[in-house]
């Protein structure tokens, strides 16, 4: 199910490590009178839990969306030490936004337990759950209540990296290198999966003339977004040879709202979870009947379409 194919708002749940695409993917899913973001759930990733479920709620008021409840999740991944991305994200896990203590606290309850609760409570195949970040909180759940799996009737990940290879090491992408035991318990739950990887996000990337696009719309939303994506390019120039940020996170929301400009192949994906080079490493493996579906292309106008048409409509 995605938002484009029904008559009311698509409930969605969305976990995340907020993180400057993490923000900016918040930013257009609580634009979109298409979705309705019933929860969100932080997780360890790019910058420690404290910060990753801070900056949720940060996002959620700056939106004008302090009810949405925002929960925290594990601290840590599964099995490995943890690692961090400030690099590509500041020490506040949102460079380019003015940091503030948000109004809302966060809500009661571990968001392993949260999911688990409207998992549990939700009809059969009924719930669309993005993961923009370590799959840490999602595995957990799995693992405590292994029945969840058949309520989420499409999962749509930012995850891995097959023809890219990997963004922090040579094979791994970094939401599946900060928790490969985690993402393999995820793939391996046989859910029905859309995955966007490095495959496609690398091709959908914050250029001047697309940022220059989004400034020129007037309302604070459209400066928030233009602040946040040009902080994330300032950063990412400078660990990767000049290049402007790819839209990782974005692309999840926007393949619910907008399908139809994706292409996508049936798949099987697994995880190398043994030490060594490939730990982290995606293994992509066509399958007719999936579960997984592996995004292979997207156009990048039409994906900055839809986020403009949201500011607009915003402004
Ligand atoms: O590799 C990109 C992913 O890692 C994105 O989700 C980004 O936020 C970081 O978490
Ligand atoms: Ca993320």
Redesign the pocket.
Known sequence: MTASSRSGPLPLIIDC?P????AVMLMIALMSPKLEVGAITAVA??VPLRLTSRNARMICERMGRPDVPVYAGCPRPILRKPVT?ED??GESGIEGIEIFQPKAPLASGHAVSELIARLCAAKPASQTVIL???MTNLAAALVMAPEIAAKIGHLVV?AGGDQIGG??TPFA???VF?DPHAAAIVFDAGIRTTVLS?DV?HTVRAEAGRLAALASIPGTEAKMMVDLLAAGNKLEARWKNGQMA?M??PSTVVYLLAPEIFEVKPCRVSVVTRPGAQFGRTRVKDARRGPHSWVTAADADAFFGVIEDLLKARA
């Open positions: 490590d993180g400057i695409d993490d990733g790019n991305a590509f994200h923009s970040g370590p930012m963004n922090i992408e970094f939401n900060a490095l996000t790819p990782h996170d």
